[in-house]
C-alpha cells in the first residue's frame, strides 16, 4: 500500500497534476512528487531527496503517477538496491540509490533511529574509587 511504503521509504508523495505542474511551474506533468521527507527515518537521511523533487524515473522504469510508483516498487525484491532519477524545482536532475529495507532490516533501521534520535540516557554513576584495589576514600 502507499502509506506502507511511504513509511519504509520516509517519504510523502503524491501525483504531479496538471494543477500542481502549474503552480510549479513545469512544463509538463507526470511523474510523483515528494511533499514530505522523514530526515529521522535511516533508509532516506543521506539521500539528498527533498520537498518539492519529482521522481520521474525509478529501477529503469518511467514514473508518470503514483500507481506507476507503487507498480515498480512493488517489483523490488526487499534488499535490493534501487536507482530514483530525480529533477530539482529549479530542473537540476540527478540519480540517487536507495535500499528497499527487508521488514528485519526496516524494524532495526527503525529502532536504532528511534534510540539515537531520543534524548540521552543519564550517565552511569561512577564506580567507587579504590586506593590500592581497596574500596574507599582516597
Known amino acids: 500500500s502507499q502509506d506502507a511504503m511511504e513509511e519504509q521509504l520516509g517519504l510523502q508523495l503524491q501525483d504531479v497534476t496538471p494543477e500542481i505542474a502549474q503552480r510549479l511551474g513545469l512544463r509538463r506533468d507526470g511523474g510523483v512528487l515528494i ?8 533508509m532516506i537521511r543521506d539521500s539528498g531527496l527533498q520537498p518539492r523533487q519529482i521522481i520521474f ?6 514514473i508518470a503517477d503514483m500507481e506507476a510508483f507503487l507498480d515498480v516498487y512493488s517489483r523490488v525484491s526487499p534488499g535490493e538496491a534501487f536507482r ?5 524545482p529549479d530542473g537540476f536532475v540527478f540519480v540517487t540509490s536507495l535500499r ?3 521488514a528485519a532490516l526496516f524494524s532495526a533501521a527503525l529502532f536504532s533511529a528511534a534510540l539515537f534520535n531520543s534524548s540521552p540516557t543519564p550517565p552511569l554513576p561512577s564506580p567507587p574509587r579504590t586506593a ?5 576514600e582516597l
Open 100 to 102: 528497499k529495507p527487508s
Open 84 to 88: 530514483l532519477a530525480v529533477r530539482n
Open 57 to 62: 524515473e525509478m529501477a529503469g522504469q518511467e
Open 132 to 136: 590500592g584495589g581497596v574500596e574507599g
Open 35 to 42: 511533499t514530505g521527507v522523514d530526515q529521522s527515518n535511516p
